[in-house]
């Protein structure tokens, strides 16, 4: 499942933080997959760049808010 992730390891994304998770990270959604962005609000439009892609989401840094 791994080549499905419509996100790439070290490419940045424009997104926006659509939920909280349980641990406080912010949740994005790029084509309906997760991306789990430590430090982010619900609500913020940031640049995330990808560090991490598992079977069902990723996550992301935040680089530009």
Known sequence: MMGNAPVEEGKEYDVKIDAQGSKGDGIAH????????????????????????????AIGEVVQK
């Open 30 to 57: 790029y084509e309906g997959f997760v991306i789990f962005v430590p430090g982010a609000e619900v609500g913020q439009e940031v640049r995330v760049k990808i560090t991490a892609i598992r079977r069902t989401f």
